[in-house]
């Protein structure tokens, strides 16, 4: 299983200082150093969500990242035009469809795929004719997984969030439902992957879902680079990630 680290909260610390200042020689932290950090310490894929609003990551950030980044560049988008044809310029090696909100402070549930068939084809289909994977964001539910075959997506991102956030016999539900999710999307065929919320302690419910190929952690890994440094909470995830996959 590799773990892919989203830096946009790198990305929220800069802009809370230089938004609009970028080209400052005082502008840190450098989203592109810590992407660099964080592949030496072990993550395998670097994710970054270019939002409408800008609030984070920047036009000039994933750009940059494109060409610096030597495991996999994961861009989170949403399904609107201008940031589509952003995509297309810069061509990730993989896209992950996310739905959008301005007034949301992170991104809320899933993309609504059965929803918005016929608004997703199109990106999904131009997406993949210029050579990019493409994941959907989705509940972990059959009807989504099914439209996610449908659109003939290679990947499907489970949202961990309302299990990172559950307790008591609700946190038991919503990882059944991710275990059922995840076995109904492996046997269509899709690759599966996860995210939203994950951290060290919740990791181990987690790692009891089959099949997930990539886990997508941010907050948590940013969190914890501010008292042990970025390389630090990156090299602990990874290892925590394959200890608890041992089940020691
Ligand atoms: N995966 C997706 C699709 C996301 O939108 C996010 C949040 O930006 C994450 C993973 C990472 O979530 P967190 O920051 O809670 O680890």
Do not use: W
Not at 39 to 66: C, K, M, P, S
Not at 124 to 146: H, N
Not at 194 to 208: E, Q, S, V, W, Y
């Amino acid at each position: 299983m590799r773990l892919g680290v989203n830096i946009d909260h790198l990305a929220t610390l800069r802009q809370a200082r230089y938004a609009g200042m970028l080209d400052s020689p005082n502008c840190e932290p450098d989203v592109i150093v810590a992407a660099g950090v964080c592949e030496r310490a072990g993550a395998e894929g670097i994710t970054v969500h270019l939002r409408a609003d800008r609030r984070h990551i920047q036009d000039r950030d994933v750009h940059r990242l494109r060409e610096t980044v030597m495991t996999k560049l994961n861009l989170e988008l949403g399904n609107t035009p201008e940031i589509v044809q952003l995509a297309l310029k810069i061509l990730p090696d993989d896209a992950c469809l996310v739905p959008e909100n301005r007034r949301e402070v992170t991104t809320e549930g899933g993309l609504d795929a059965s929803g918005q068939m016929k608004m997703l084809a199109p990106t999904v289909q131009r997406l993949q004719s210029a050579g990019v994977r493409v994941s959907l964001f989705i509940e972990p539910a059959p009807g989504q997984i099914e439209a996610a075959k449908k659109l003939g997506v290679e990947m499907v991102e489970l949202h961990t969030g309302t299990f990172a956030n559950a307790r008591g016999d609700e946190r038991e539900q919503e990882l059944a439902r991710l275990r059922g999710a995840a076995n109904f999307a492996h046997d269509l065929g899709l690759i599966v992957n996860a995210g939203h919320g994950i951290n060290l302690t919740n990791l181990a419910g987690i790692l009891t879902v089959p099949h997930l190929a990539e886990l997508n952690i941010g907050h948590s890994i940013v969190s914890r680079a501010v008292f042990i440094g970025l390389e630090n909470a990156v090299r602990e995830m990874v290892a925590a990630m394959g200890r608890d996959r041992e089940g020691k």
